[in-house]
């Protein structure tokens, strides 16, 4: 009946498209649609607007063998029998969840939605929003089955997460769970099923709890490390053969799309009563701060040339979303002589540099993003290294 399995709306970002790459591969008809007219062309291509670790020998083979397209063209969510909506959901600046992000979303698909489809919320949503969409699609007038199903893989990592993880499934309807459970079958016979509510309060945790244990190492690294003691010396004594500590993380910069944003939505939906949450905010946030005033401790920053590698929010990836480097970044450049920045991944910044120019021009270096490249790079020059990738220590 249907000419397609599966559609995804906001097909071409960061989620949707090793979602649809993970389908195609288990023989799903995937299309992808999207508003942006450079991914999909790229997609069309075969060509990854973005770095994820397996995608680039799969998305070709499965673009060439049909079982995968991208359309800007709304009109082909009509031939699918699932809708998966995975666009963003940002906080705004004032850090308001954007709260109709996935209901515009749905919106704009509504006249292209069709009876008997199964409609799977995947992106992170301000608890109530299924609800909201729930409402949405019985004002249509539709037999439309509405699921929420979180995706809570860590980018770069897409494609093996997918099938590795176990995968949350809800409905307020017993169709509504059973058919989403068989979609997200076709990934993992894992499946956790819950009610929507219990759902969207699952995903926003998972990115909370982590972004709250980054904040906990990095502040404890700042005790430590006013007190003249090496953290990592600690941390290894703390975690060593000792299994109740032991996914204590190094200190970092705990940055990116996701974690922040999430941490503010469970803020804002417990009416800002979330004191852990904003205290977590206030370190992670607050340690390019805490870096750069304890370099001004030790170095006249005003006669310093200082050199940012990587500019990615993490290690191996090329995504600057929300990065920490550049709030560093900015901060530098009001305080030292000049700031040169460089990163093996990043290709959207036109300010970078080579590194080699970096190494060269450079008085001070600080690793920001913990590349693999960096790992033991021979450098002469001094450098604060968060992550300990050079293996000299993380005091500064
Ligand atoms: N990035 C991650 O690692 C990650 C992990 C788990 C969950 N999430 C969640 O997944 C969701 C998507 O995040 P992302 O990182 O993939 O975002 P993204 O910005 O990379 O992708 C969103 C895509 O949606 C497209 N889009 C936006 N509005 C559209 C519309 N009306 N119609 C069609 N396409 C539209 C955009 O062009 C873009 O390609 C967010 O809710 C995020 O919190 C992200």
Redesign the pocket.
């Known amino acids: 009946m249907w000419e397609r399995n599966i559609a995804i709306?906001?097909?071409?970002?960061?989620?949707?498209?090793p979602l649809g790459i993970a389908f195609a591969d288990r023989g799903q008809q995937v299309v992808l649609?999207?508003?942006?007219p450079a991914?999909v062309e790229q997609v069309n291509r075969g060509c990854m607007p973005?770095r994820e670790r397996g995608a680039e020998e799969l998305l070709p083979r499965l673009v060439s063998a049909g079982w995968l397209s991208a359309s800007l063209e709304?009109a082909c969510l009509s031939s699918v029998e699932v809708v998966v909506v995975?666009?963003?959901?940002?906080v705004d600046r004032y850090l308001n969840p954007d709260i109709g992000?996935?209901l515009?979303?749905v919106d704009?698909?509504a006249p292209h939605l069709v009876g008997g489809q199964l409609l799977v919320l995947?992106?992170?949503?301000y608890p109530g929003v299924t609800a909201l969409v729930e409402k949405r699609v019985a004002e249509l007038g539709l037999t439309i089955d509405v699921a929420f199903c979180?995706?809570?893989?860590?980018?770069g990592h897409?494609l093996d997460e997918l099938s590795s993880l176990p995968q949350i499934v809800s409905g307020r309807t017993p169709t509504a769970i059973e058919r989403a459970g068989r979609l997200f079958r076709l990934l993992t016979p894992d499946i956790v099923e819950l009610l929507p509510e219990e759902a969207e309060l699952a995903?926003l945790f998972t990115?909370t709890w982590r972004y709250i244990k980054f904040a906990t190492a990095n502040q404890l690294f700042m005790i430590a490390n006013d007190w003249g003691l090496d953290f990592e010396r600690i941390r290894h004594a703390v975690t060593y053969r000792y299994p109740r500590a032991a996914d204590m993380p190094g200190p970092g910069f705990a940055a990116?799309?996701?974690l922040f944003?999430?941490t503010m939505q469970i803020a804002a939906f417990n009416e800002n009563q979330f004191t852990l949450g904003n205290a977590s905010v206030m370190i992670n946030e607050g340690l390019p701060l805490y870096l750069v005033s304890r370099l001004e401790r030790r170095y006249d920053l005003s006669e310093t040339v200082v050199g940012i590698l990587g500019m990615a929010f993490k290690g191996g990836s090329d995504?600057t979303?929300s990065s920490l480097s550049y709030k560093l970044k900015r901060l530098l450049q009001i305080k030292a002589k000049a700031v040169l920045c460089t990163d093996p991944h990043v290709t959207t910044d036109p300010d970078l540099v080579p590194l080699q120019e970096v190494l060269e021009r450079a008085d001070l270096l600080v690793v920001a993003t913990p590349h693999p490249e960096y790992a033991r790079l021979e450098v002469g020059l001094p450098a604060v290294d968060l992550f300990n990738i050079l293996g000299r220590g993380v005091r500064v």
């Open positions: 709306l906001g097909g071409c970002g960061h989620v949707g498209l649609y999207d508003t942006n991914a973005f709304a995975v666009v963003g959901t940002p992000a996935v515009r979303a704009s698909a995947r992106s992170t949503i979180p995706e809570r893989i860590a980018e897409a995903k990115n990116g799309p996701c944003k999430d995504d979303r």
